[in-house]
């Protein structure tokens, strides 16, 4: 069996349900490809990479302000709460802030958040010729996220998304940010908003959809009702 389609440039393979494969339990064939739906990715990666970078400049904004290399005037960086080994969360910030670049750190699986991105965006204004507002994380984000159909199509998007999954990773670790509750169920324009969901701040008792065409407030029961479809998703 082979696909008659393109398929996704990350590889992802996607579950064989051939009757002839079900019927002898076996696969004799070389796994299946799932197609490549948004540009040269498949659905899913095309919905982690829009997660990514639309949970960044969220998780940027609330990283501890102790290393500001990096930051452009003006970037907001809010002190947020931050748990665990104080010396080890240091570092961590410190790496993400692109203070050790060309340092001991690099290539071990930590991303300096700052010159990466930045790196993206240098590709993005050679080839294709945009341009962000500033060389901030949020005004980056904002660009890359207009530019998502776009950037879908180009060969290394593989590459790209590899980067922006792993500096969400790498922020949520550090920020320690908790598991997301579910996804959203408001409605945009023309499709369901999906943006993953975090719990409510400490002391707040709502959560609002960072999305900004969305924007649906989930409290009470509605609060309910996010969280057990979250858990039947297995969103976490
Ligand atoms: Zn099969
Ligand atoms: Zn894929
Ligand atoms: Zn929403």
Known sequence: MTEDYATCVRGCTRRCTADQCLTTGEHDHEPLRRRATVGLLCKRCDEQLTEAVH?????????????????????????????????????????????????????????????????????????????AKSDTIAQWCDLLRRMHPTICRQPWVDEYWADMVAIRQALRR???????????????ANRPCGRLLYPPAPGETEIVCPDEKCGRRYSGAELLKLQIQGEREGVA
Request: overall charge negative; proline content about 9%; hydrophobic content about 35%.
């Open 55 to 131: 949970d960044i400049p969220d998780l940027w904004a609330q990283m501890p302000g102790l290393y500001d290399t990096g930051h452009a005037e003006g970037e907001k960086v809010s002190h947020g709460k931050v748990t665990g080994s104080p010396s080890l969360i240091r570092l961590d910030v410190m790496v993400l802030n692109g203070s050790s670049v060309g340092g001991q750190y690099e290539g071990d699986g930590v991303m300096p958040v700052w010159p990466t991105i930045g790196g993206w965006i240098q590709i993005l204004a050679e080839e294709l010729g945009t341009v």
């Open 174 to 188: 550090t920020t320690g940010a908790p598991p997301p509750v579910g996804r959203c169920f408001g409605h945009l």
